[in-house]
């Protein structure tokens, strides 16, 4: 029997750190997936800033220079174009921006409801009228994606349900890929100071502050958007410090606007606070081996990687109770309500004077992040494209 060769399209234009945690979902989906298939042709949707980091070599693999910023005019009216030219027979969008006028049949994946779920002013630099105006215009590029896509890609079962609530879709129609967990090597750190030349002495001290050392610190890693709740971490954190004033707080994220806003307000909680932007992930991995917890505060997540993550590095993580985190993070975390900063407090206090609890955290964390690989992933998404194309 002759197979018929498919050619598959995927919007990369997130791939790596240019695109946060998007950037690491397509990245892992992309890299797995032109591994996985044999039979079939991919043409690769790259922006000129990670058009390099895709290493694909081969006559299957098509990479193709689409530097077309995210949400723009240009997204909706010349993609499409770019998309038509490739001749695809099916094209992937790893985020809900799918253009209005896509010309071939797709499937989307739609990692949360945050924007229709948790509209804010505060999680944007526009005036409020363009927001309203931007923020009506996502919801229906969101609810058209739904709507014509194939099938859609969720990374929860309470995202899956969040999107047959809003949408009113049918259940059969949304597939639930849950993401995977990349560990970081954690065998060979650079002889330099993680933070050298970046940071402050503070910053430099924090590294050292390992778990039997003469400091310790809480550890944030992800971005700073308003839902994550980082404000009210800093205020908690602050009422910790004053009984233990050798403690530290390191947020780790990409500068930014909200990034930049959070530093300024830390200011007048603490000094004890280290901002040392983005790290690659093996300064990320030293930082993990020596931190005495992770913190994550969020109130609303379509997956919840970062903790997973730090569970992988064999550290207690304390988190929100919120939307899809038990059910991601299962018996491993000590959870704590996100809208009562004296439960958050209490939780963090108790896992830091429970030496036994943060072994049993540690220990459920590892078995708990051994579930998720992006190995799975990846076949689930390609069993995905395969249907489609039916």
Known sequence: MIIKIKRIGIDARFYGPLGKGLGRYTQEVVDHIIKLDPDNEYVIFLRRENFNDLQADGVRVKKILADIRWYSLAEQLIFPFYIWREKLDLMHFPHFNVPLFCPVKFVVTIHDLILIKFPTLRATTLGPAVYKLKNLAYKMVIRLAVKRARKVLTVSEYTKNDIVRQFRVEPQKIIVTYEGVTELSNSSFPPRPAFAGRESPPA????????????????????VYPHKNLESLIKVFSEINKNLPDLKLIL???????????????????????????????????????????????????FGLPPLEAMAHGLAVVSSNKTCLPEILGQAALYFNPDDQADMKHKIEQALADEKLRVELINRGYRQAKKYNWQTCAEKTLAVYKNSLK
């Open 252 to 302: 780790v994220g990409k500068e930014d606007y909200f990034y930049s806003r959070l530093k300024q307000l830390a200011k007048n909680f603490s000094h004890n606070i280290i901002f040392p932007g983005y790290l690659p992930d093996n300064e990320l991995a030293e930082l993990y081996s020596q931190a005495a917890l992770y913190v994550f505060p969020s109130f609303y997540e379509g």
């Open 204 to 223: 430099l001290q924090a590294r050292r502050c390992g778990r039997g050392g003469n400091y310790q610190y809480l550890l944030y890693v992800g971005n």
